[in-house]
């Protein structure tokens, strides 16, 4: 079972070395590491070269800057192995985490791991997408980076360029020629917070794409899951006041709690476009949601 693990290397110079050395330290046989350098202003361009001379198994593509999607899609253009993973060049990998995981991948199409301090996942398998996307609220943790994929899925899947939220955007594309899917608590990817990046920073027009995302992706829904889009469209409304998107839904207070219910009894009565214009007057004297 090889492993290609793509890593996007833009700006990271003070990280990209711990990112490295934490996928090289895994004991995979047959693993290739690919290092894209998307234009890089700083010496990482320099860095992957070093590296390259340094372990045969790392192989470094040179490209103009493209934003994340394309670098990615870049490698998928050239990734050999029998699986995928990605892995961003500011975050690192627990020691013995990739081995373990292909031994559980089994007939699985898709493994998904935990995040340390982020998610904590327990061992499932999925043999309905449906089950996985709304028991497993797998739509609240589209990321990229803490999965393995047959690599497969792929083949007629890139990431959009241009988009942010790109994660969001893909996954139900790999889902659709998906079977089986597997969750594990067994190793951790870590995940370094950046204060500037996209979640962070979110404005309105970012938000309309991830809430542009969801409902492209034309994935099983129900009252939770409604819900989740509804706090996006509230947030995208007020920050961009675009016209509602989401399409009305009645949902069942009963089967949430807090906010959420009284949210969910305010859409029922009002609707969602009185509701959004409900939230934006709480949000005069309560700072709204950061994505």
Not at 185 to 196: A, D, I, S
Not at 203 to 221: I, V
């Amino acid at each position: 079972m090889k492993l290609s693990v793509i890593i996007p290397v833009y700006g990271v110079e003070a990280t990209l070395d711990r990112c490295v050395e934490s996928v090289l330290c895994q004991q995979v046989e047959g693993m290739e590491v690919i290092l894209v350098d998307d234009g890089s202003p700083d010496c990482c361009p320099q860095k992957c070269d070093e590296w390259a001379q340094k372990d045969s198994r790392i192989r470094v593509i040179h490209k103009e800057n493209g934003g994340l999607s394309d670098a990615r899609n870049a490698a998928l253009d050239i990734a050999t192995g029998d699986y995928i993973t990605f892995v961003d060049s500011d975050d690192w990998i627990s020691p013995d985490t990739y081995q373990p995981l292909l031994e559980l991948m089994n007939d699985s199409d898709i493994l998904e791991y935990s995040i340390a301090g982020r998610l904590l996942l327990e061992d499932h398998r999925y043999d309905s997408v449906h089950d996985y996307w709304l028991q497993e609220k797998a739509y609240s943790h589209t990321y990229a980076c803490n999965k393995i994929y047959r690599r497969q899925l792929f083949d007629d899947v890139r990431y959009p360029k241009g988009k942010v939220f790109e994660d969001v955007f893909t996954l139900p594309l790999l889902l659709r020629n998906t079977r089986k899917i597997a969750t594990t608590r067994r190793g951790f990817y870590h995940y370094w917070y950046n204060p500037n990046g996209i979640t962070a920073t979110a404005d309105g027009t970012k938000l309309s794409q991830l809430l542009e995302a969801h409902l492209q992706g034309n994935m099983p829904m129900d009252d939770h899951y409604y819900m989740y889009l509804v706090n996006i469209q509230i947030d995208v409304r007020e920050r961009t006041k675009a016209p509602i998107v989401l399409p009305y839904r009645k949902v069942k207070p009963s089967a949430l709690a807090g906010s959420q219910k009284i949210k969910a009894i305010l859409l029922n009565t009002f609707g969602i476009n009185i509701l959004c214009r409900i939230f934006k007057i709480i949000h005069l004297v309560k700072a709204p949601s950061h994505w």
